[in-house]
């Protein structure tokens, strides 16, 4: 009878509502609308069920140390492509120098040096003509990976005769 009452129970954890529970160290995986979840219990609609080897997972750990070091490839990178822009003008003012290997934007810089600093596009831009002044903004809405204090956005505006940055509204 006791074997029978264990039987019994262990059939009642195995089937819970008509659904089978999670095995130990089980791990189910449900996509639905590109968005992955993981679960212990299997998902709704079986179609959109994924094999999941638990094992194959790493540690908080290791993935933080695999983002770090993507992340100071990229700022490599464009550290290096900063240097080798900046070799190409030897005559560049040295604070616009200083400024593009810093990931900082100053007055006088042409669009493609603020590229250079940033490393990012903008996202729109908008032209402003008037009598006094021509001007152009562009927004940037992601913040360079080399900044160490992110932004929301910024606006930059440019001087449309010149082509040079003649100011700039940065948001925290």
Known sequence: MKAV?????????IFVNGEVMATDG???KCVENGIAKFSAYPCKDPSKQQEYDITRSESMSSYLER???KLQEKLDERQARAEQYIDGYPGMPDNIRTAILDCKVVRGMTRKQVYMSWNVMPESSRKQVSVANSLTY?????APVCMNE????????????TN???GWNIQY
Do not use: H
């Not at 562009?138 to 992601?142: A, C, L, S």
């Open 26 to 28: 089980e791990i189910f």
């Open 67 to 69: 983002q770090q070091k």
């Open 5 to 13: 009452r264990q039987i019994l129970i262990v059939g009642l954890m």
């Open 138 to 142: 562009f927004t940037y809405k992601k």
């Open 164 to 166: 040079l940055l003649v």
């Open 150 to 161: 992110k932004f929301r956005y910024a606006d930059l505006t440019f001087d449309n005769r």
